[in-house]
């Protein structure tokens, strides 16, 4: 039997097991089972279902076996940002809250005397979002210090994750780097931060590296899923795997991993952390083999998402994502735009409401049909996308020439083709499966399967179809 690999690939909304193999030097991706997951409403905040998703993970590597494949290894890779902790009997303390709750909408403010934002981005290098895990630890101190008391150990999603399956307890290097606690420059955690945030220095463990061997299935897992392998660390937060998918071909390609959240950037090999990027809000995420991921946060497919699900609860019937693509070509010629980057899009009531209510207050033309809804989201996206990339080739002194997508996203040709237009650059769209792929990606080169990074990439371009969708 062919030697295969596991990727569990988890966004905000859904999950997938997808194995991995490597024939002749190219890569073959093979979709095994498929989740939801889901937020609840527990104790006046927006939570993870976190149970359902450790029973989801396990149910996947069963279904795995069930299809007839035994990975050597399993990566896990999840959105960054939420924890959990921990007491010193491997209990889970309090609720891990979700990114989209509001409890840090103050935070920023309330620090500033403490650690103005400046300093804080000197240090780190990362972008101000309010969800950032530092205001959200602060949030969590404020609102019950008892739970910060009582906790032995901080662990990321991933990091938790992994620990049901191996009873291991570690930190990724590149989730632990989007908490806003870890030096840009040191690659591990600012002791003079958390000193100043008065944060408990002990519930944050060593730092490990894509490619680390947390150790085998427990014997219980074991048990459940009919195998034992190696759970090995990927770039466990889903852009560092995804951007280690994208196929450029010079180092003159921004990359954008098209998702629930679209991250534009690139990759460089030392963080940018002066005044200018500063003020462009642009951030210093850790990479595999400590590249940075210098890109800029903006809000993606979540608004169309949350329009079709919207759409879905009105009607009783979700329309398809070609159905909304449709009805905006039908309406290509309409010019609402709002700012993606608004906070008022991170979880509003209606979607399709405060779409409207934003083109109003900024004076544009304000849509009326499922179709206007939907165009003034693509232009919003295409004109987002254009600005961040001017704003990239000033702050880094380079001039781009390609933007490769990467993820579900670049699956959409519309937008694909308004993104070149709108930045009269061309774009190379795919794989889609991205982040799965850059998950599996350090899993191959752990086991020889490609001898290094770029080897791994070129493979891409043999492996996958890349569509190119040049300027209008």
């Not at 030096?183 to 591990?188: C, F, H, I, Q």
């Not at 795919?430 to 399967?449: C, R």
Request: hydrophobic fraction near 40%.
């Amino acid at each position: 039997m062919q030697t295969c690999y596991l990727a569990v690939d988890i966004g905000a909304s859904s999950g997938r097991h997808m194995i991995g193999t490597v024939r002749d030097g190219r890569m073959a991706l093979h979709e095994v089972y498929r989740f939801e997951n889901r937020l609840v409403e527990k104790n006046g905040h927006l939570c993870w279902d976190m149970e359902n998703l450790v029973q989801s993970v396990i149910e996947g590597l069963k279904a795995a076996h069930d299809a007839g494949f035994t990975p050597r290894t399993v990566g896990i890779d999840t959105w960054a940002v939420d924890f959990l902790l921990l007491d010193g009997k491997g209990n889970v303390i309090g609720d891990p809250v979700a990114y989209r709750d509001n409890r840090t909408a103050t935070m920023r403010n309330e620090l500033e005397p403490v650690l103005p934002f400046a300093e804080l981005y000197a240090h780190t290098g990362i972008q101000y979002q309010p969800f950032n895990t530092v205001y959200q630890l602060c949030a969590l101190k404020k609102e019950h210090p008892d739970q910060l008391a009582a906790a032995e150990h901080f662990l990321m999603v991933p990091d938790y994750l992994n620990y049901r399956l191996t009873g291991v307890m570690a930190n990724e290097y590149t989730n632990a780097s989007t908490t806003a606690l870890v030096g840009a420059g040191s690659k591990t955690w600012d002791e003079e931060l958390i000193e100043r945030l008065g944060l408990p220095r002990k519930i944050f463990g060593e730092i490990k590296t894509p490619g680390t061997v947390l150790g085998n299935l427990s014997p219980e897992i074991s048990r459940r899923v009919g195998f034992d392998c190696q759970v090995i660390l990927p770039a466990t937060h889903d852009t560092g795997s995804a951007f280690l998918a994208v196929p450029a071909r010079d180092d003159k390609a921004v990359y954008l991993s098209s998702g629930t959240w679209s991250l534009l950037g690139v990759e460089n090999t030392a963080p940018i952390t002066g005044p200018a990027s500063q003020a462009a809000n642009f951030t210093n995420e850790g990479g595999y083999e400590y590249r940075y991921r210098y890109l800029k946060n903006i809000m993606g497919l979540w608004m169309i998402q949350s329009v079709r699900r919207e759409l879905g609860e009105q009607t009783g019937t979700r329309p398809s994502f070609p159905d909304l693509i449709a009805a905006a070509q039908g309406a290509s010629s309409f010019a609402g735009i709002v700012s993606t980057g608004d906070d008022r899009f991170l979880a509003p009531r209606s979607m399709i409401q405060e779409v409207k209510a934003a083109c109003a207050d900024a004076g544009k033309p304000v849509p009326s049909t499922t179709g206007e809804v939907m165009q003034t989201i693509y232009n919003s996206l295409s004109h987002d996308y254009k600005a961040a990339i001017d704003e990239l080739q000033g702050l880094t002194g380079k001039k781009y020439t390609s933007i490769n997508i990467v993820g579900g996203g670049s699956q959409d040709m519309y937008l694909n083709q308004m993104t070149a237009t709108a930045a009269g650059l061309p774009v190379f769209a795919g794989p889609t499966e991205g982040t799965a792929l850059g998950n599996l990606m350090v899993q191959f080169i752990a086991a020889g399967e490609y001898p290094d990074l770029q080897t791994a990439r070129n493979a891409i371009q043999q492996s996958f179809e890349i569509k190119e969708v040049n300027p209008q």
